[in-house]
């Protein structure tokens, strides 16, 4: 049975929405919000891939005795844990039901996480790693156009906000609600674009066509008035986003 509809929460204007999944979760707690796990199996697999992956890159690598940072190590599994925790924690049991705890899941997935997996370097791990067919394919990838189109950093910063305003100001965002896998695509979705956005700015893979680092910082400075300018359109507006 599903919720009758929106209704919008005092003081903190967070919003309830009718999920089309099921009942309401119960009123949120700060234990709800740290210890509760969600039992879904696709992200729980994807999370599990990524991290089995990258330590089976890093096992080739000592077992022939080169060396890898353990730091790198660090940061790409304290990224995959802040998205297990988007996607299966106890902020994502409210993702459909409190638009604050959508909003806090979306930055998780595509300002927080990124920044621990970029520092990971996963693609300089992969060119170590490889056996020699997949790591010229790799190389290959790398300096094909799409790559070099890709990794331009005002590509990253366009496709970010774009998916900022698409989602909110569109109907996208209410078909989410209702359709389960729309729902899952748009949360993979904000995590490629966080990648994309933040890899060439602090990654420390091979990138072509990388900007100096005033280049890096005055446009990671730049995104902050677009975020402004979003967050002014969300307060200011009178429309219910998913009814």
């Known amino acids: 049975m599903t919720s009758p509809g929106a209704l919008a929460a005092a003081g903190a204007g967070s919003l309830l929405a009718s999920s089309g999944q099921g009942e309401l979760p119960p009123p949120p ?13 696709g992200p729980l ?6 991290g ?15 060396a890898w940072s353990r730091w790198r190590t660090a940061s790409w599994l304290a990224g995959l844990l802040v998205v297990a925790y988007a996607l299966v924690g106890g902020i994502a049991a409210y993702d459909t039901a409190l638009f604050s705890a959508h909003a806090v899941q979306h930055m998780l997935l595509g300002t927080v996480a990124p920044i ?28 094909s ?12 910063f366009a496709v970010f906000i774009v998916s900022l305003y698409g989602l909110y100001f569109t109907s996208l965002y ?3 609600l209702r359709h389960p896998v729309l729902h899952l695509f748009l949360h993979a979705h904000f995590l490629a674009v966080g990648c994309l956005f933040y890899w060439p700015i ?3 893979d091979p990138m072509p066509g990388r900007l100096p680092y005033w280049g890096r910082l005055l446009l990671l400075f730049v995104t902050f008035p677009m975020h402004a300018l979003w967050a ?12």
């Open 29 to 41: 707690t700060v234990g709800r919000m740290l210890l509760h796990l969600s039992p879904e199996p």
């Open 45 to 50: 697999l994807l999370v599990a891939l990524m």
């Open 52 to 66: 089995g992956l990258y330590l089976f890159g890093v096992s080739r690598l000592t077992d022939r005795g080169d």
């Open 116 to 143: 621990p997996l970029a520092l990971g370097a996963p693609v300089t791990l992969a060119l170590r790693a490889l056996p020699l067919r997949p790591r010229r394919l790799l190389v290959r990838l790398l300096h």
């Open 145 to 156: 156009r799409v790559a070099r189109v890709a990794a331009f950093p005002l590509v990253g």
């Open 174 to 176: 209410e078909a989410s």
């Open 202 to 204: 602090i990654g420390l």
């Open 232 to 243: 002014l359109a969300m307060f200011t507006t009178d429309e219910v986003f998913a009814a």
